[in-house]
């Protein structure tokens, strides 16, 4: 089993930034793969970012390209994800993910761990 505790959630004005960290623990040795997604009321989850687990392959929504950068610390087994600018619609509950399959693109099924999820609340 791996564990995902997210944290660095919170409220923020529009413009302004957060930075998300997922960290990892237990059998970590079986992740090829992390991620963030995020679901706002309503809505369904969907894909933010992705990393490879050594950190040198990484995707991000087209959506959020511009403003949000995901990041790896190996020796702390830790994702991050440097949200910037950030605007109301960016509010959401922010999901880490682990997955035991390889590739940036993969779909949220495909995802085998996840964290308990961190809220982003942005106000205009």
């Known amino acids: 089993q791996v564990q995902l505790v997210e944290s660095g959630g919170g409220l923020v004005q529009a413009g302004g930034s957060l930075r998300l960290s997922c960290a990892a623990s237990?059998?970590?040795?079986?992740?090829?793969?992390m991620g963030w997604f995020r679901q706002a009321p309503g809505k369904e989850r969907e894909f933010v970012a992705a990393?490879?687990?050594?950190?040198?392959?990484?995707n991000v929504a087209d959506s959020v390209m511009d403003r949000f950068t995901i990041s790896r610390a190996n020796a702390e087994r830790t994702m991050y994800l440097q949200m910037n600018s950030l605007k109301p619609e960016d509010t959401a509950v922010y999901y880490c993910?682990?997955?035991?399959?390889?590739?940036?693109?993969?779909?949220?099924?495909?995802?085998?761990?996840w964290g308990q999820g961190a809220q982003v609340t942005v106000s205009s």
């Open positions: 993910a682990a997955s035991r399959n390889w590739g940036v693109r993969l779909t949220a099924l495909t995802y085998d761990y």
């Open positions: 990393i490879s687990w050594s950190g040198g392959v990484t």
């Open positions: 237990g059998r970590t040795f079986s992740v090829y793969t």
